[in-house]
């Protein structure tokens, strides 16, 4: 069974930063994209950012410049630098990992639980 954990969510103040992290562990054979949603009260989950397994990574244009995604793929990990936080960057961070458990076997979309992130003076 795979298992995504997500850690280093918290409070900042406006300015500040943060870094994320998530592992991956479990039956795992592939992992293709990994990467960052975040969703607040009403509103529907957003990505954030994203890397895939060889090429480049994607950012919403509403944090350009300011995050930083990283991976390391022997760890099976994901890191999201989060520099110059605003307080519109408050929400609940969702790993993400589209992976592979066997050979041969589908590409499925994986979840962490979630950690939050409140900026906020």
């Known amino acids: 069974q795979v298992q995504l954990v997500e850690s280093g969510g918290g409070l900042v103040q406006p300015g500040g930063s943060l870094r994320l992290s998530c592992a991956a562990s479990g039956s795992i054979f592939r992992i293709n994209a990994m990467g960052w949603y975040r969703q607040v009260p009403g509103k529907g989950r957003e990505l954030v950012a994203s890397i895939p397994s060889s090429s480049s990574a994607y950012y919403a244009d509403s944090v350009k410049g300011r995050f930083t995604i990283s991976r390391d793929n022997a760890q099976n990990t994901v890191a999201l630098q989060m520099n110059s936080l605003k307080p519109e960057d408050t929400a609940v961070y969702y790993c993400?990992?589209?992976?592979?458990?066997?050979?041969?076997?589908?590409?499925?979309?994986?979840w962490g639980k979630g950690t939050l992130v409140t900026v906020s003076s």
């Open positions: 993400n990992a589209v992976l592979s458990e066997r050979v041969n076997s589908l590409y499925m979309n994986y």
